[in-house]
């Protein structure tokens, strides 16, 4: 025999010996546990109850034992207090099958323990479960009544129809009212004709449960694809005299529905007198389907109050449907504001390119601001072909002002097509125009753009909008993956270039742009012998976006004589320290410091100074800061660098910071100051306890 064969056979032997084991149990031990529960009462020792409860868990995949179980859970059920009755009955919802259905019906005729049956039986999936409720129905009281009568509806049996049905338009309410909600939840045609008896024949509460379960039953009808018999119910339910929650209800089921003979009753319903049906009619309006829907729902614009009127068209815009748009549109020139608005924000939605004069003419003409807003936002929304292009073909002949909104709404709509249109416009007479168009430009233009905005700054007669100019430039040169590749254009430009105002005008784009070929020119252009594109460069390497400018601008504080260019280099220096120093170790950052401190020559610029060490994580930064701490004009802002330096050397070098900090307390009077200062004296103290 084969190793392959002898471990199939000794898996199936396993497999039997197994089967074998599993039905096998103890039934001795199991009566001995039931035993113990028959006298069961309330406040007594609960072990018993929690022993079954396991033997039950134990016997999930234990088919037999689990049938013996139950079996004799139910043959206890006649001779145990009732307290254990209920135990009982809980667990079978649990294990129940039509074994312990007998021994459960018996009590559903008692109303003292109808309840827990109605528990035990409720979700026991046998037919005979379902033939004992049935069973029990002329053989209870009302109060009984109402519960079998509830757990047939809820499963939906539908051999009781008939049986419920005569509890109807019986003499107990409460038993009739149980009886057309469960004929609701069974449903079908029978169920149905009853609903529809009841509601013709009862009173006003079983008029109104009826009509609940009448309408229950449409939407199951709906479920089974019976669209047809539905629609029926839903006219009838959607008919004045209903009351309001279920005229509503049918309109929206009709809505789902969708169809010839669905589509009139909702549309109607825009108009009914209340507001509940005529909101949930315009809700239907945006999904509703079908052919003429659309046109049919916009004919009723003319009808509706004008309050209606603002929210119908709402509803028409959100359907998405253009065919809504001639009735809309007519409704254009209304005295009313807000409905002016509302057809403006629905031809954003619904129009394509042939609405672009439209929305522009409302622009133009729009009373106040938020009407012009609106007519603007819809043309950023506007989509399909050439709605750029007619945009562009619009604003040649607006007003300056509507013209510069235009080409906003162009950079909105993400036009890129629009950008040589765009080009022309930074020439236009008026600067709102001009300044638009670069605005828009520096968002929309790419790399193959660049030199178009490069010669147009070059080329730029008015300085007006020069500083708009070199803002598009800087932004479309930052959009070139290559950071070593932002800066040529602008450095041809610049190596051609001899006026001195394009020169420094082009630094400046150079200080934007920041990277490393910018820095080399900006750095050169210090020793220019024309004092603006000194100036130029100077300012811009001061702006400079990170910290790769500190070295030079520490060289302007230490070496220039001009004040100004002093200032701006030691304020730039100072706050490039609060960036990331890179490559630049503590040490070198320090030996900047201690150079920028040694041409520190007023408190102004001795409290850059500390502002820059304060970023310092290093004790000989702590022993540059603390004699300041002395000094009245700089003292303040010497003992907060001292706090700062010393919460960021405190872990490596405790002693030197609770120093520093003890003779901030001593020097020092303001408040906040103190508080700071005592606080970083607690932290260190703290880390120096045990555990701390």
Request: overall charge negative; aromatic content about 4%; hydrophobic content about 45%.
């Amino acid at each position: 025999m084969s190793a392959k064969v002898s471990f199939v056979a000794a898996l199936v032997t396993l497999c039997v010996a197994h089967g074998a084991a599993a039905k096998e149990f103890d039934k001795a031990d199991v009566d001995e546990k039931l035993s113990g529960i028959v006298s069961y009462e309330r406040g007594m020792d609960r072990q018993p109850l929690i022993a079954i409860e396991a033997l039950i868990r134990e016997s999930q995949n234990q088919p037999a034992q689990r049938t013996y179980i139950e079996r004799r859970l139910a043959d206890l059920l006649d001779g145990a207090t009732l307290e254990a009755k209920s135990f009982i009955c809980k667990q079978l919802w649990f294990i129940g099958t039509a074994d312990s259905v007998p021994a459960v019906a018996r009590l559903l005729l008692d109303e003292k323990t109808a309840d827990m049956a109605c528990y035990a039986i409720g979700q026991n999936p046998s037919p005979e479960a379902s033939q004992a409720l049935r069973d029990a129905l002329d053989k209870t009281g009302p109060s009984v009544q109402v519960r079998v009568v509830n757990l047939l509806g809820d499963r939906r049996d539908g051999r009781s129809v008939e049986a419920i049905g005569e509890f109807v338009f019986g003499e107990h309410k409460s038993v009739a009212e149980a009886a057309v909600a469960a004929l609701g939840k069974i449903g079908g045609v029978q169920a149905t004709e009853i609903l529809a008896r009841a509601r013709a024949k009862g009173d006003s509460d079983l008029r109104f449960a009826a009509t609940d379960a009448y309408l229950r039953c449409a939407e199951d009808l709906v479920a089974a694809g019976q669209a047809a018999q539905a629609t029926v119910i839903y006219r009838e339910l959607a008919k004045e005299g209903e009351a309001a929650i279920f005229r509503s209800a049918a309109v929206k089921g009709l809505a789902d529905i969708g169809g010839p003979r669905a589509a009139p009753v909702v549309v109607a319903a825009l108009r009914d007198r209340n507001r509940m049906v005529r909101t949930t009619a315009r809700g239907c309006v945006r999904t509703m389907q079908g052919e003429g829907v659309t046109e049919m729902t916009a004919a009723e614009l003319s009808k509706v109050s004008a309050d209606e009127r603002v929210l119908l068209i709402g509803a028409l815009a959100d359907r998405g449907d253009p065919a809504a748009l001639p009735q809309i549109i007519a409704l254009a020139e209304s005295a009313d504001a807000q409905l002016g608005k509302s057809v403006l924000q629905a031809v954003g939605k619904l129009g394509d390119a042939s609405f672009v004069d439209f929305l522009v003419g409302a622009a133009a003409k729009g009373i106040g601001d938020s009407q012009k807003k609106t007519a603007l936002n819809s043309l950023a929304l506007l989509r399909g072909d050439g709605v750029n292009d007619a945009i562009v073909e619009s604003f040649q002949n607006a007003e300056p002002d509507v013209r510069s909104q235009l080409i906003d709404v162009l950079s909105d709509r993400d036009a890129v097509d629009a950008i040589p249109a765009l080009l022309d416009e930074t020439t236009h007479a008026e600067p709102v125009v001009r300044r638009a168009a670069l605005k828009a430009l520096a968002g929309l233009g790419g790399r193959k753009d660049l030199p178009s905005l490069v010669e147009l700054l070059v080329n730029m007669q008015d300085n007006s909008s020069r500083r708009e100019a070199e803002r598009a430039v800087v932004a479309v040169s930052r959009k070139i993956t290559d950071a070593e590749e932002r800066a040529d254009a602008v450095l041809a430009a610049l190596s051609a270039e001899q006026r001195v105002s394009i020169r420094c005008s082009l630094l400046r784009v150079l200080g934007g742009i920041a990277n490393t070929q910018a820095l080399e020119v900006l750095t050169a252009a210090l020793k220019d012998q024309d004092p603006a594109v000194e100036d130029a460069a100077v300012r811009a390497l001061a702006m400079w976006p990170d910290a790769a400018a500190a070295d030079v601008l520490l060289e302007i504080y230490a070496r220039t004589q001009n004040k100004i260019h002093r200032l701006l280099a030691l304020r730039g220096f100072a706050r490039m320290m609060a960036m990331p120093a890179g490559n630049r170790s503590a040490e070198n950052t320090l030996e900047m410091c201690q150079k920028a401190a040694a041409h520190a020559g007023g408190a102004e610029e001795q409290k850059l100074v500390l502002s820059a060490l304060a970023h310092v994580a290093d004790p000989g930064a702590l022993k540059m800061v603390e004699p300041l701490v002395q000094n009245e004009a700089v003292r303040a802002e010497a003992a907060m660098a001292c706090i700062k330096i010393a919460g960021a050397i405190s872990e490596a070098y405790p002693d030197r910071a609770r120093a520093a900090m003890d003779n901030v307390l001593a020097l020092v009077q303001d408040e906040d100051l103190r508080k700071q200062a005592e606080e970083m004296i607690r932290r260190i103290s703290r880390r120096e306890r045990p555990g701390g």
